[in-house]
């Protein structure tokens, strides 16, 4: 059995339907991201699970027991947000023990499971700092010790690495995901960030217009996207089609090649270099076929100079790759 079961969810907010009728299982243990663009939903979606949010019709339930009109301190779900929600007057370890004490836990346990929960997020020390005294990323991390402490069967994250700078939320990445690993709880993480959804889930369930167009592993939604939509949200789209698609593959429908499947030969589709970006570790191409398509190209500079690649724009040049790298879309 599943850890949550959603069945047909929908809201609206006057004319907007956020979510319309949303199915999804969610495993114990498991890091699932909601992925999609802005407004296609999943932020509502998480509101719902966290009790903030009263859905139209449809219902989800938690271990088994249907949850769906609970008020949200009933939940066995505590909720993580990228502005962090910390009490600015209060310091580091009475900010964690806030929850424990809500709930009349004796002062050593709440004590004794603060500083646990501040040692996992590898806080030890900064228990007598107020907020104001943390870098984002610390700030971060004691909001995830606030909601661990709690020790919740769910943990659900709506975009909490996305006030910090690249290098950091990177960082923060691995640690979150580390985490995640060590204290067994259910994540289900929001963002709009792709490779970020790619490097941390277990599954992605990837949103648009409310609904959710696929739900698979990080490797089958970036290898086999089910539509056009998950093709070009996840990664660059690469799209061949119609009268392109019946010339080069030899097939009716649209397909998808990524580009770093593609490779610039001496043989195969011919085409025009209409761009070159250097990247450092790669080169990235963008051709115009001769037969109509257009094709982002990825190169690793790992042999051939990168020096020159410059002087391949407005060149002529052929493409191939493997059959298995082409994958319909529709
Ligand atoms: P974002 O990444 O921008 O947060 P999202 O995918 O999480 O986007 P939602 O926040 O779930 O999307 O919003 C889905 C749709 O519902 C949007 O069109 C949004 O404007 C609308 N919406 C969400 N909350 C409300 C609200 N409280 N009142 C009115 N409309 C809302």
Redo the contacts with the bound molecule.
């Keep these: 059995m599943a850890l949550i079961e959603i069945r047909n969810l929908t809201k609206s907010?006057?004319s907007?339907k956020?979510?319309d009728g949303v199915d999804l299982d969610i495993n114990a243990g498991e890091f699932l991201t909601l992925l999609?663009?802005?407004?296609?939903?999943?932020?509502?979606?998480?509101?719902m699970i966290a009790g903030f949010?009263t859905p139209d019709s449809g219902s989800i339930k938690l271990n088994g027991s249907d949850i769906t009109y609970l008020p949200p301190y009933e939940r066995d779900v505590n909720t993580v947000f990228q502005d962090y929600a910390l009490f600015p007057h209060m310091d580091v370890i009475t900010n964690i023990e806030y929850g424990l004490r809500v709930k009349k836990v004796p002062k050593e346990q709440r004590r004794e499971k603060a500083l646990n929960a501040l040692a996992q997020v590898r806080l030890s020390g900064y228990e007598n700092r107020k907020p104001s005294q943390l870098s984002g990323g610390q700030r971060q991390r004691v909001a995830l010790a606030r909601a661990l402490v709690n020790r919740p069967s769910v943990l659900l994250l709506d975009?909490p690495l996305g006030a910090l700078d690249l290098k950091l939320r990177q960082q923060m990445q691995i640690e979150l995901k580390e985490l995640q690993r060590e204290v067994g709880i259910t994540f289900i993480f929001?963002t709009?960030d792709q490779e970020e959804a790619l490097t941390m889930s277990d599954r992605i369930a990837v949103?648009d217009k409310?609904r959710i167009q696929q739900l698979d592993k990080p490797a089958t939604i970036y290898e086999k996207p089910k539509n056009e939509f998950v093709a070009g949200f996840v990664g660059v789209s690469n799209l061949i089609s119609g009268a392109a698609a019946e010339k080069l593959l030899g097939k009716k429908g649209t397909f998808t090649v990524r580009p770093e499947k593609i490779r610039i030969a001496s043989k195969g589709a011919s085409g025009t270099v209409r761009e070159v970006e250097y990247l450092g570790p790669a080169t990235r191409f963008l051709i115009d076929l001769d037969a109509g398509a257009q094709l982002v190209v990825l190169q690793q500079n790992a042999e051939q100079s990168a020096i020159d690649v410059e002087s391949l724009r407005g060149k002529k040049v052929a493409l191939s790759w493997d059959k298995e790298s082409e994958y319909q879309v529709s």
């Design positions: 907010f006057g907007v956020a979510v999609g663009p802005s407004g296609s939903g999943k932020t509502t979606v998480l509101r949010e975009e929001v709009h949103f409310g």
